[in-house]
C-alpha cells in the first residue's frame, strides 16, 4: 500500500521539477555573494530563468494562455530584477544597503545552504501553477474551465502593472525627495501598493493554474507557493513600517499618514501590520 501511494504521488509531480528546481539553485546561488541576494535578485532571476525554461521545455504544448501566463512570468522577473539593479545605485538607499550588508554578514555560514535551498524549492513551487497547466497540455489532459486561466492572468497582469506603478511612483519622488516619505500616487491611498501589487501578481497566477490541480499534491504544493509568499510580503510590510517609523515617526505629518492612509489594503482600514503574527518575517 505505501509503495503504491509513493508510486502515485511521483507520478502527480511532472518530471520537469527536478531541472526547474536545478536553474532555481543556480540563480539563486547569487545569495552566497550577498545574503540578501537569496531573496532579491535571486528571486527575481529565478522566476524568469523558470519561465523560460517551462516555455523551452513545453514548447509543442503552449497555447497562447499559456505563452501569456510564462510571458508575465518573464516581465515580472525582468523588471523585479532591474529595478533592484538601479535600486542599489541610488544614494537614497544607501542607508538600507548597509542596514542589509550588516544583517547578512551575521548569518552563519552554515546556515547560508539551508537558505539556499529552502529559497529555491520556493521559487520552485511559486511558478508550479504554470508547470501544472503545460504538463496537463503535453498529455492532452482535460484543461477545465478556461475561464479561470481568464482570469487569473487578467488578475496577476493588474498586479503587475500595480507594482510596476507604485516602484516607478517611488523612484521619482525619491529621486527629488530622498529624505521623506512617499506620499504621492498610489502611496496616497496605501502605504505599500508595491507589495500589494505583487501579492495580486501571485494570486493571480495560482487562479490561472486552477484547471491543472487534480492531485492533492498539486493543490498543496501550490498552495504551500502562494501562501509563503503572501506571509513573506505581509512581513515585509512590518520590516517597512517599522523602518519608516524610525526615520520619519516624530514628523507629525508622517504620524497623520499613517493613521489615515491604509497599510496594505486599501479602503480597508488597517493601518498597521505592526501587532499581527506573521509567520515569515
Known sequence: MLAALWTDWIAAIPPQAGILL??????????????????????????SAIALALGWLFWDALTPWSALHGLLLVIYGVRLGSYLVRRELLPAYAPARED???????????????????????????????LLVLADAQAAAPS?????????????????????????????????????WCDVGLYR??????????MTFWVGS???????????????????GLICIELIMMGSTKRLESGQKERYGHHDDFVRYTRTVPVLFPFVPVYSLENVKVYLE
Not at 100 to 128: C, D, E, F
Not at 206 to 224: E, F, I, P, Q, R
Request: aromatic letters at 12%; a positive charge; proline letters at 3%.
Open 144 to 180: 477545465g474551465l478556461i475561464v479561470t486561466q481568464l482570469l487569473g492572468l487578467a488578475i496577476a497582469a493588474t498586479g503587475l502593472g500595480l507594482e510596476a506603478l507604485a516602484d516607478h511612483q517611488k523612484s521619482s519622488y525619491k529621486a527629488t525627495n530622498p529624505k521623506r
Open 22 to 47: 536545478g536553474i532555481a539553485l543556480l540563480v539563486s546561488a547569487l545569495g552566497f555573494f550577498r545574503v540578501v541576494w537569496f531573496v532579491s535578485l535571486g528571486y527575481a532571476g529565478s522566476v
Open 206 to 224: 495560482w487562479v490561472a493554474g486552477l484547471s491543472a490541480y487534480h492531485h492533492w499534491l498539486h493543490w498543496l504544493a501550490t498552495g504551500v
Open 100 to 130: 542589509a550588508k550588516q544583517r547578512g554578514a551575521g548569518v552563519k555560514l552554515a546556515v547560508k545552504p539551508m537558505i539556499w535551498a529552502s529559497v529555491a524549492l520556493l521559487y520552485v513551487l511559486m511558478t508550479a501553477p504554470l
Open 189 to 198: 491611498w496605501v502605504r505599500c501598493p508595491n507589495y500589494l501589487g505583487e
